[in-house]
């Protein structure tokens, strides 16, 4: 998981879009934030994660009850009230599904970390038992003179199994703490240690940083031996962390390797190199010496999918927050996972942006908080009560509600339909825990499963409801559904299999009785299978006899799985009811796919690009609103003037050339040079001054703020600077927006 | 210790070349926390020379040599490099005749010390018997970096020691010289102002004008690589050869509990062994491993082995050997402790079984990069526009039938060239390109090849409208998990170029799990 401070950075596409609905804020300038005031800009945005969500929450909201609902004066104040009540909610949400999530990845690598722990223990005692060495034997600089074996250092390779380093980098921070506060001195270096221009002497440094003291002079192994042998430092064992072993430097790390190996005896030192691709990676940078030295065992992560699914089950299939998402919103989300990122990072990030649009949307989102509380029963009074008339036609506008011919006459109702909504994700979700449970023989992915039973309009609904035409449809419209081919596989599970499936099923099931109730029914089945099962495997049986048992075994099993068939179909039938489809679900479910496509998959540079094209749509200032937006003003601001001359063109820019038609529109050729009061135009944004004739600025003036233009356009990624070959150009990067 | 036989030839000779030898009485060494200049020697019990000689089998010649070039007490010696190859037991022999004769050292190793600075005072703090503790901050006893200031410290230093060496009274005579040993000396090349660092130490004894250092310098290249016609004295040089595979034998039959039986484990597996690497560590971890599999049939470990037994834990070995062959590094899964994996390709069986599972997850856009990558490694970029226009490759084939004696001459000529060359290098530019053509087309004609990636296809074609947003990203980490090295710039253009450093296997891999027929797109000699 990312800090919050790098989920919750506004896009700038998010910004823009209230651009074009009038609302004039000092945010909205915001890429010329960028150019101007990053500094500053950036220390707000660390300082209060707050204050920053609260920006985004607020600008987009005005706009939209502007449409919605008469300006009335109460109302603006209702609406900021709700705001930043559901600013409040939001919070309380989000905070509880991180939560979550971080539980759910701490249990995931648990057992690995004990795993690693015990491996350092055994291996500790073994060079330990091999003989203690006397304090001058340990601190000398020549070697102990035995076996070429002892030259070996304990290594376990980590296999995190994602290209991406961003989600392990807390994993290797966790198990830092948890081999610290196990006693173990931890150290943990990383790939920026291991540079080749530091050398050697420079994850040196680090270590010794880390474990002996943060001044040191010269860093030197010696020191770390000295060090190991005081204060009973020599009781435990010393680890280095290495997290993203591929991004270091091979050179430096075969050296360290070689050097600690040589002391391995007097130190003994555990290495944990973070492996994110194959486990041979060490083999490719390391020098073969350095390998020969490492006694590696290999532990291995779990994926970043097996990670996705029990996030997704503790989030939206587990009682958790009550927020979800739409069917195209998961679909989404998937894609992105798979096609584009790839890390748990980026997933949490993107269902974090949903969640603060989500309650930045949609005004009846405040009643998820009730969701949000354990006890369910205080929601009617409250909920309800929260509720302005505004909001209350907003409810019943919803399209679900009008969809399903909700009118307001059934005000009364609307308690009963909360409570409803609130209770809906419990038979689907055990339905889809239950096929993610018979999924498991066959590797479904619980995301697969999951984005296929939001959708509303499943053909597998269709098909069956018993309303549909029987099987010829399900062969052409089934073939890729993840529900179509669990069924199919189900065929091939073997008794032992099937006997699991039913006990996973049975504890699922249990706070619902309707779908126990059949999965019970299935007992007397399964043991009678298991019975078969039994007597075919009796060894003294004769041939004769075992397959005419084998094949009432099969029989049995035929039966068999075609009873627990019947049972998925029915849960499918009457409890797989998407959340999309029960009136009232806008108040959890976040639907808006191009709201988040758009924040997620900001386009900044373009942004940028156009922003400076069109300058004037944004500051909406006097003096291009009245002269029309093709000519360029000396009133505009430099570098949007730069940017805009630069559009002429080709891929290099001549400087001087640039820099002459520049002149000329800062300093028009018709009005003569006044060479005089540098300080009144001094000022960047001169908007407010426009109407009376600016004096032209100086030459050495107009200079400066060519040169500072070009600088920001460079910044902006938008030019490279001259080389050294062709010094009187400059190059354009950027083309098109 | 190992065990002393009386012989009595050695017993002769060490007479006739050291007469400190024998006689010596060892005091026990000092325990206390400084220091002191007891320290500078082994101490511990008196080392006879038979004793050495039975721990270096077949360094005998070596042995004798050095002890005649270190000369009796006292004698002023000119400096030894000691060189040879690696593991040959260059640095453990020259600190054991120190023991055995009982004089006085500091040893510093290159690798540990890893500039001059660090050099310089590690031999200065040894000298001034100095220790490295909490109390002083675990810095050095002086600051020291340039050989000028080396070389006044040093002899004043040295002055030191020869004082307190004199004052000595009680205890065996250790003499009143001191022998500086310098480790891997072949790495001072690599750094940098290296050449000065060599010479300074080659010189270093005539500088000094003291006859009471001993310089020893212990090299894994021979001496020529460092000389220049400076004019200083040429030290003695010391060759230490390869083991022979007798030697190896009692080097391994050392410290074995059941000799008969790791000797029979020898006959079989030293000689193929001994082909690949005759690098003691090497050999030795590969032994202890094979040795431990060696003996798993067996209840006791105390057994002699008749040919029978031999035979039986010979056929259980066999199928181990290939592989350990050609395997340095092997890492052992952790759950299941028995079974160890190896990991080597050469092992066919096994290779064929990995194939086609990727065992790291990667984005599918960073799968088809990795691809285009590939590609445009191997493939000539000449070839890009024919690859990958209407016809999608197909015309490949055509170049394949004309071939007569010549061209088939070429062809391999060509091919070596290719291997000795490595992937080539490409620009980010023809990297995207190739990456557009792939991405659409993976997804346009082979989506119905498969059922299951039907719904990826899908979903990745909505995608496909802001794939290019972050894909610089993924070439980023891609070159970060040295999937893609940025090799260096074009001189011409300025610009970096890259270098895809996947065996094709891995591209396999990855081809297959998108189901994309990359073996299509390969230009083949």
């Given at each position: 998981?990312?800090?919050?401070?790098?989920?919750?950075?506004?896009?700038?596409s998010?910004?823009?879009?209230?651009?074009?609905?009038?609302?004039?804020?000092?945010?909205?300038?915001?890429?010329f934030?960028?150019?101007?005031?990053?500094?500053?800009?950036?220390?707000?945005?660390?300082?209060?994660?707050?204050?920053?969500s609260?920006?985004?929450?607020?600008?987009?909201?005005?706009?939209?009850?502007?449409?919605?609902?008469?300006?009335?004066?109460?109302?603006?104040?209702?609406?900021?009230?709700?705001?930043?009540?559901?600013?409040?909610?939001?919070?309380?949400?989000?905070?509880?599904?991180?939560?979550t999530?971080?539980?759910?990845?701490?249990?995931?690598?648990?057992?690995?970390?004990?795993?690693?722990?015990?491996?350092?223990?055994?291996?500790?005692?073994?060079?330990?038992?091999?003989?203690?060495?006397?304090?001058?034997?340990?601190?000398?600089?020549?070697?102990?003179?035995t076996?070429?074996?002892?030259?070996?250092?304990?290594?376990?390779?980590?296999?995190?199994?994602?290209?991406?380093?961003?989600?392990?980098?807390?994993?290797?921070?966790?198990?830092?703490?948890?081999?610290?506060?196990?006693?173990?001195?931890?150290?943990?270096?990383?790939?920026?240690?291991?540079s080749?221009?530091?050398?050697?002497?420079?994850?040196?440094r680090?270590?010794?940083?880390?474990?002996?003291?943060?001044?040191?002079?010269?860093?030197?192994?010696?020191?770390?031996?000295?060090?190991?042998?005081?204060?009973?430092?020599?009781?435990?064992?010393?680890?280095?962390?290495?997290?993203?072993?591929?991004?270091?430097?091979?050179?430096?790390?075969?050296?360290?390797?070689?050097?600690?190996?040589?002391?391995?005896i007097?130190?003994?030192?555990?290495?944990?190199?973070?492996v994110?691709?194959?486990?041979?990676?060490?083999?490719?940078?390391?020098?073969?010496?350095?390998?020969?030295?490492?006694?590696?065992?290999?532990?291995?992560?779990?994926?970043?999918?097996?990670r996705?699914?029990?996030v997704?089950?503790?989030?939206?299939?587990?009682?958790?927050?009550?927020?979800?998402?739409?069917?195209?919103?998961?679909?989404?989300?998937?894609?992105y996972?798979?096609?584009?990122?790839?890390?748990?990072?980026?997933?949490v990030r993107?269902?974090?942006?949903?969640?603060?649009?989500?309650?930045?949307?949609?005004?009846?989102?405040?009643?998820?908080?009730?969701?949000?509380?354990?006890?369910?029963?205080?929601?009617?009074?409250?909920?309800?009560?929260?509720?302005?008339?505004?909001?209350?036609?907003?409810?019943?506008?919803?399209?679900?509600?009008?969809r399903?011919?909700?009118?307001?006459?059934?005000?009364?109702?609307?308690?009963?339909?909360?409570?409803?909504?609130?209770?809906?994700?419990?038979?689907?979700?055990?339905?889809?825990?239950?096929?993610?449970?018979?999924?498991?023989?066959?590797k479904?992915?619980?995301?697969?499963?999951?984005c296929?039973?939001?959708d509303?309009?499943?053909?597998?609904?269709?098909?069956?409801?018993?309303?549909?035409?029987?099987?010829?449809?399900?062969?052409?419209?089934?073939?890729?559904?993840?529900?179509?081919?669990?069924?199919?596989?189900?065929?091939?599970?073997?008794?032992?299999?099937?006997?699991?499936?039913?006990?996973?099923?049975?504890?699922?099931?249990?706070?619902?009785?309707?779908?126990?109730?059949?999965?019970?029914e299935?007992?007397?089945?399964?043991?009678?299978?298991?019975?078969?099962?039994?007597?075919?495997?009796?060894?003294?049986?004769?041939?004769?006899?075992?397959?005419?048992?084998?094949?009432?075994?099969?029989?049995?099993?035929?039966?068999?799985?075609?009873?627990?068939?019947?049972?998925?179909?029915?849960?499918?039938?009457?409890?797989?009811?998407?959340?999309?489809?029960?009136?009232?679900?806008?108040?959890?479910?976040?639907?808006?796919?191009?709201?988040?496509?758009?924040?997620?998959?900001?386009?900044?540079?373009?942004?940028?690009?156009?922003?400076?094209?069109?300058?004037?749509?944004?500051?909406?200032?006097?003096?291009?609103?009245?002269?029309?937006?093709?000519?360029?003003?000396?009133?505009?601001?430099?570098t949007?003037?730069?940017?805009?001359?630069?559009?002429?063109?080709?891929?290099?820019?001549?400087?001087?050339?640039?820099?002459?038609?520049?002149?000329?529109?800062?300093?028009?050729?018709?009005?003569?040079?006044?060479?005089?009061?540098?300080?009144?135009?001094?000022?960047?944004?001169?908007?407010?001054?426009?109407?009376?004739?600016?004096?032209?600025?100086?030459?050495?003036?107009?200079?400066?703020?060519?040169?500072?233009?070009?600088?920001?356009?460079?910044?902006?990624?938008?030019?490279?600077?001259?080389?050294?070959?062709?010094?009187?150009?400059?190059?354009?990067?950027?083309?098109?927006? | 210790?190992?065990p002393?036989?009386?012989?009595s030839?050695?017993?002769?000779?060490?007479?006739?070349?050291?007469?400190?030898?024998?006689?010596?009485?060892?005091?026990?060494?000092?325990?206390s926390?400084?220091?002191?200049?007891?320290?500078?020697?082994?101490?511990?019990?008196?080392?006879?020379?038979?004793?050495?000689?039975?721990?270096f089998?077949?360094?005998?010649?070596?042995?004798?040599?050095?002890?005649?070039?270190?000369?009796?007490?006292?004698?002023?010696?000119?400096?030894?490099?000691?060189?040879?190859?690696?593991?040959?037991?260059?640095?453990?022999l020259?600190?054991?005749?120190?023991?055995?004769?009982?004089?006085?050292?500091?040893?510093?190793?290159?690798?540990?010390?890893?500039?001059?600075?660090?050099?310089?005072?590690?031999?200065l703090?040894q000298?001034?018997?100095?220790?490295?503790s909490?109390?002083?901050?675990?810095?050095?006893?002086?600051?020291?970096?340039?050989?000028?200031?080396?070389?006044?410290?040093?002899?004043?230093?040295?002055?030191?020691?020869?004082?307190?060496?004199?004052?000595?009274?009680?205890?065996?005579?250790?003499?009143?010289?001191?022998?500086?040993?310098?480790?891997?000396?072949?790495?001072i090349?690599?750094?940098?102002?290296g050449?000065?660092?060599?010479?300074?130490?080659?010189?270093?004894?005539?500088?000094l004008?003291?006859?009471?250092?001993?310089?020893?310098?212990?090299?894994?290249?021979?001496?020529?690589v460092?000389?220049?016609?400076?004019?200083?004295?040429?030290?003695?040089?010391?060759?230490?050869?390869e083991?022979?595979?007798?030697?190896?034998?009692?080097?391994?039959?050392?410290?074995?509990?059941?000799?008969?039986?790791?000797?029979?484990?020898?006959?079989?597996?030293?000689?193929?062994?001994?082909?690949?690497?005759?690098?003691?560590?090497?050999?030795?971890?590969?032994?202890?491993?094979?040795?431990?599999?060696y003996?798993?049939?067996?209840?006791?470990?105390?057994?002699?082995?008749?040919?029978?037994?031999?035979?039986?834990?010979?056929?259980?070995?066999?199928?181990?050997?290939?592989?350990?062959?050609?395997?340095?590094?092997?890492v052992?899964?952790?759950?299941?402790?028995?079974?160890?994996?190896?990991?080597?390709?050469?092992?066919?069986?096994?290779?064929?079984?990995?194939?086609?599972?990727?065992?790291?997850?990667?984005?599918?856009s960073?799968?088809?990069?990795?691809?285009?990558?590939?590609?445009?490694?191997?493939?000539?970029?000449?070839?890009?526009?024919?690859?990958?226009?209407?016809?999608?490759g197909?015309?490949?084939?055509?170049?394949?039938?004309?071939?007569?004696?010549?061209?088939m001459?070429?062809?391999?000529?060509?091919?070596?060239?290719?291997?000795?060359?490595?992937?080539?290098?490409?620009?980010?530019?023809?990297?995207?390109?190739?990456?557009?053509?792939?991405?659409?087309?993976?997804?346009?004609?082979?989506?119905?090849?498969?059922?299951?990636?039907?719904?990826?296809?899908?979903?990745?074609?909505?995608?496909?409208?802001?794939?290019?947003?972050?894909?610089?990203?993924?070439?980023?980490?891609?070159?970060?998990?040295?999937?893609?090295?940025?090799?260096?710039?074009?001189?011409?253009?300025?610009?970096?170029?890259?270098?895809?450093?996947?065996?094709?296997?891995?591209?396999?891999?990855?081809?297959?799990?998108?189901?994309?027929?990359?073996?299509?797109?390969?230009?083949?000699?």
């Amino acid at each position: 998981m990312a800090p919050s401070g790098t989920v919750a950075d506004p896009p700038p596409s998010s910004a823009t879009d209230s651009f074009n609905s009038g609302a004039t804020a000092e945010n909205d300038i915001r890429p010329f934030f960028v150019l101007h005031k990053a500094s500053s800009g950036n220390l707000q945005a660390k300082s209060t994660g707050t204050v920053k969500s609260k920006r985004r929450i607020e600008s987009p909201s005005p706009s939209k009850f502007a449409k919605k609902s008469e300006p009335e004066s109460v109302e603006e104040e209702d609406n900021d009230y709700f705001s930043t009540l559901r600013l409040k909610v939001f919070d309380t949400v989000w905070s509880k599904i991180e939560k979550t999530i971080e539980n759910v990845l701490r249990d995931s690598n648990s057992k690995v970390f004990s795993g690693i722990h015990d491996w350092i223990r055994e291996s500790f005692e073994s060079i330990r038992s091999s003989g203690a060495l006397s304090l001058s034997e340990a601190v000398r600089s020549y070697p102990v003179l035995t076996q070429a074996s002892s030259k070996q250092l304990f290594t376990a390779l980590v296999l995190t199994r994602n290209l991406e380093m961003v989600d392990d980098l807390l994993t290797f921070e966790e198990l830092h703490l948890r081999l610290k506060s196990q006693g173990c001195h931890v150290a943990k270096l990383s790939s920026m240690d291991f540079s080749a221009k530091n050398g050697v002497g420079g994850c040196l440094r680090g270590l010794l940083r880390q474990f002996v003291m943060p001044t040191i002079d010269v860093a030197d192994v010696t020191i770390l031996a000295s060090w190991y042998r005081e204060n009973k430092n020599h009781e435990n064992p010393v680890v280095i962390i290495v997290d993203d072993t591929e991004r270091c430097c091979g050179s430096v790390l075969s050296d360290l390797i070689l050097i600690l190996s040589e002391w391995a005896i007097k130190v003994p030192i555990f290495i944990i190199m973070g492996v994110s691709t194959a486990h041979d990676a060490p083999r490719k940078i390391l020098s073969m010496n350095a390998l020969q030295r490492l006694c590696a065992s290999k532990f291995t992560l779990s994926s970043p999918a097996e990670r996705m699914d029990a996030v997704l089950e503790a989030v939206f299939l587990k009682p958790c927050s009550g927020f979800t998402v739409s069917h195209k919103v998961a679909l989404f989300m998937r894609s992105y996972f798979l096609c584009q990122d790839g890390t748990l990072t980026s997933f949490v990030r993107t269902l974090k942006i949903a969640c603060l649009q989500h309650f930045s949307l949609e005004p009846l989102s405040i009643m998820l908080e009730h969701f949000c509380q354990d006890d369910s029963n205080q929601l009617s009074d409250e909920g309800t009560g929260l509720l302005t008339e505004a909001t209350m036609k907003h409810a019943f506008d919803l399209p679900s509600v009008t969809r399903n011919k909700i009118t307001r006459s059934t005000y009364e109702m609307l308690p009963q339909f909360l409570l409803d909504l609130q209770r809906m994700p419990n038979p689907w979700s055990i339905v889809v825990l239950c096929i993610y449970e018979a999924g498991k023989f066959d590797k479904l992915r619980l995301l697969d499963i999951f984005c296929e039973t939001l959708d509303p309009e499943a053909r597998y609904l269709k098909y069956f409801s018993p309303s549909a035409t029987v099987n010829s449809q399900s062969h052409i419209s089934g073939r890729n559904s993840v529900i179509r081919q669990l069924l199919r596989k189900l065929r091939d599970l073997s008794p032992s299999q099937l006997s699991s499936l039913l006990k996973s099923w049975e504890k699922l099931t249990a706070e619902f009785s309707e779908i126990n109730d059949k999965v019970m029914e299935l007992h007397p089945f399964m043991r009678s299978v298991e019975a078969a099962g039994q007597r075919q495997g009796l060894p003294s049986s004769p041939k004769k006899h075992a397959s005419r048992s084998h094949s009432k075994l099969e029989k049995e099993l035929k039966a068999m799985t075609d009873k627990v068939a019947a049972v998925i179909e029915f849960m499918l039938r009457e409890y797989m009811k998407p959340v999309e489809s029960v009136p009232f679900n806008e108040i959890l479910c976040f639907k808006n796919v191009d709201k988040l496509q758009s924040a997620l998959l900001g386009d900044p540079r373009g942004r940028i690009q156009s922003d400076l094209l069109e300058s004037h749509s944004i500051l909406h200032c006097m003096c291009c609103s009245q002269r029309g937006t093709t000519t360029l003003l000396p009133s505009m601001h430099d570098t949007s003037i730069l940017y805009t001359l630069a559009q002429e063109h080709a891929d290099v820019i001549n400087l001087h050339d640039w820099y002459q038609s520049f002149k000329t529109i800062l300093v028009p050729r018709s009005s003569k040079a006044k060479p005089k009061s540098k300080t009144a135009s001094k000022s960047k944004k001169r908007k407010d001054r426009c109407e009376e004739p600016p004096e032209p600025p100086a030459e050495a003036l107009v200079q400066a703020r060519f040169c500072r233009a070009v600088m920001e356009l460079q910044i902006a990624g938008l030019i490279r600077m001259p080389s050294k070959r062709r010094p009187d150009f400059v190059q354009r990067v950027a083309f098109g927006s | 210790m190992p065990p002393r036989e009386d012989s009595s030839k050695v017993a002769r000779r060490s007479t006739r070349f050291s007469s400190s030898s024998a006689a010596v009485e060892n005091p026990e060494p000092n325990e206390s926390h400084p220091p002191t200049i007891d320290d500078l020697t082994f101490g511990g019990e008196s080392f006879p020379l038979d004793a050495l000689l039975s721990d270096f089998p077949g360094r005998r010649s070596q042995i004798l040599d050095l002890i005649r070039l270190m000369g009796p007490l006292d004698s002023p010696t000119l400096p030894v490099i000691v060189y040879g190859d690696a593991s040959t037991g260059k640095t453990s022999l020259v600190l054991q005749v120190l023991r055995h004769l009982n004089r006085p050292f500091v040893y510093s190793s290159c690798r540990a010390c890893y500039n001059p600075r660090v050099l310089f005072e590690s031999i200065l703090n040894q000298l001034l018997l100095h220790s490295k503790s909490s109390s002083n901050g675990y810095s050095s006893a002086k600051r020291c970096d340039k050989p000028s200031d080396f070389v006044n410290l040093l002899r004043q230093s040295l002055g030191n020691v020869m004082e307190t060496l004199d004052s000595r009274s009680n205890g065996k005579p250790v003499g009143k010289m001191v022998y500086l040993v310098v480790d891997h000396l072949d790495l001072i090349k690599e750094w940098d102002k290296g050449a000065v660092i060599l010479q300074f130490l080659f010189n270093l004894y005539s500088l000094l004008k003291m006859p009471q250092l001993g310089v020893i310098l212990i090299s894994g290249l021979p001496p020529d690589v460092y000389y220049s016609n400076m004019g200083y004295t040429d030290p003695i040089p010391l060759y230490f050869p390869e083991y022979s595979e007798d030697d190896l034998r009692q080097i391994f039959l050392k410290n074995q509990t059941n000799r008969k039986l790791y000797s029979a484990f020898l006959d079989v597996v030293l000689r193929p062994f001994s082909r690949v690497t005759r690098r003691v560590d090497e050999l030795s971890t590969t032994f202890s491993s094979l040795f431990r599999k060696y003996c798993e049939p067996l209840d006791d470990l105390g057994v002699s082995p008749n040919e029978d037994l031999k035979r039986r834990l010979y056929s259980h070995l066999k199928p181990l050997l290939a592989p350990c062959l050609n395997e340095i590094f092997r890492v052992s899964s952790r759950s299941h402790d028995d079974e160890r994996r190896q990991k080597k390709a050469s092992y066919s069986s096994e290779n064929r079984e990995e194939v086609g599972v990727l065992d790291f997850h990667m984005s599918t856009s960073a799968k088809f990069l990795l691809i285009a990558a590939f590609l445009a490694s191997r493939n000539p970029a000449t070839l890009d526009a024919s690859m990958f226009d209407s016809t999608g490759g197909m015309d490949n084939r055509k170049r394949k039938r004309k071939a007569s004696e010549k061209s088939m001459e070429k062809k391999e000529i060509a091919e070596q060239e290719a291997v000795m060359k490595g992937p080539g290098s490409f620009p980010l530019e023809r990297l995207l390109a190739i990456f557009q053509c792939i991405a659409s087309v993976g997804d346009t004609s082979f989506g119905e090849e498969e059922e299951e990636e039907e719904g990826e296809a899908t979903g990745y074609d909505r995608e496909k409208t802001n794939l290019m947003s972050d894909i610089l990203l993924q070439v980023s980490s891609l070159c970060d998990a040295n999937l893609i090295i940025k090799s260096g710039s074009c001189p011409l253009e300025g610009t970096s170029r890259y270098r895809s450093m996947v065996s094709e296997d891995l591209a396999l891999k990855v081809g297959k799990s998108l189901s994309f027929p990359l073996a299509k797109y390969l230009y083949r000699r």
